[in-house]
């Protein structure tokens, strides 16, 4: 057997799981018809989501009915963000000075130990105006903090929507039980392969590889090692998409020809430790290629879509910018 599969899996660190949906709208200077709204729901990094401007109601892309059996969008109405918007930059329907952002963040973070055991509970509903801080939602008190002077008057105008903001408390509470039925049924462990091929002009030597692939979330470590010890990479992809949502991974190191002994690859994903075993047997790397291939394309789509939504990463995660 040529490549060798995933052998075993054992529970090792901490977990980090979010869940929220990314509000944006975009006015647009005189001359242009209408602002232009997106929403898109997200689990960790990947989209389960959006709304459809087109159908003006929210498509999901992940179609698991267990999973959206107690799990739904934020209510708000594309129209309630369009409104806010304009309030806030003196736009109208069919005029607006300059162009001017407004973008919400909701839902909720949850760190857990390695034994399962909820460490960290984090919820947020908050908002960005121009680029800059607004308002953000207190779900102990029900109460609107202003980030900015020019949110004192949203903040007065916020807190007196009192059943809206009941409604906000109640679903950023059962947010956190949400991320736990994702977590069931979303997380995709990797399948994990070794192969090795010849170093060109030098036949003392060869390249091992280990290839993880089909795995989601994104988040991995990944070590070659030699009876226990951990070899230097000779190269690294880093973590690439697939086609299908889920993710791979690469690693090779330079070997010794007679040596073929005790290599193994440990991948660390989702708290737990994956690891396979080289069984020494050599052979060309080239129907590998397709799958790169493929994840080559979605990292084009996704430096598209970067450029729709203006994010930025706060610790390596997505945040309102």
């Not at 602002?35 to 729901?41: D, E, Q, R, T, Y």
């Not at 389960?48 to 969008?73: F, G, L, M, P, V």
């Not at 990797?190 to 590889?209: G, N, R, W």
Request: charged fraction near 20%.
């Amino acid at each position: 057997m040529s490549l060798t599969l995933l052998l075993s899996c054992i529970n090792l660190s901490s977990e980090r799981h979010r869940l929220q949906f990314v509000y944006t709208v975009l006015t647009k200077p005189d001359g242009f018809s209408g602002p232009v709204f997106s929403a898109v729901g997200l689990y960790d990094d990947r989209r389960i989501s959006h709304y459809s401007n087109e159908e003006q109601t929210w498509k999901r892309d992940c179609s698991d009915a267990e999973i959206w059996r107690y799990t739904e969008e934020p209510q708000d109405s594309r129209d309630w963000f369009i409104n806010l918007v304009n309030t806030l930059t003196n736009c109208t329907s069919s005029r607006c000075d300059g162009l001017h952002t407004l973008q919400r963040r909701i839902g909720c973070e949850v760190e857990k130990h390695p034994d399962g055991s909820v460490m960290n509970v984090n919820v947020f509903d908050e908002y960005g105006h121009d680029g800059e801080d607004f308002i953000v939602f207190n779900t102990d008190t029900m109460q609107w903090k202003d980030k900015s002077p020019k949110a004192k008057e949203t903040k007065m105008k916020l807190d007196t929507y009192r059943f809206r903001n009941q409604y906000l408390q109640s679903y950023l509470n059962n947010c956190t039980d949400w991320i736990f039925t994702f977590n069931a049924l979303i997380i995709t462990p990797p399948a994990l392969y070794m192969f090795a091929s010849e170093v060109p002009h030098d036949q003392s030597k060869l390249i091992l590889t280990c290839l993880a692939t089909g795995f989601h979330p994104k988040h991995i470590e990944m070590n070659v090692t030699q009876n226990n010890i951990t070899l230097q990479p000779f190269s690294s992809t880093g973590v690439r998409p697939n086609n299908n949502q889920t993710f791979q991974m690469r690693t090779s190191v330079e070997i010794n020809r007679d040596e073929k002994q005790s290599y193994e690859c440990h991948v660390l994903h989702s708290s737990q430790i994956c690891t396979t075993l080289w069984e020494g047997n050599l052979e060309s790397r080239s129907h590998h290629w397709a799958a790169v291939a493929a994840g080559a394309f979605a990292v084009a789509v996704l430096y598209i879509m970067s450029l729709i939504y203006k994010n930025r990463r706060l610790n390596g995660e997505y945040i309102i910018k």
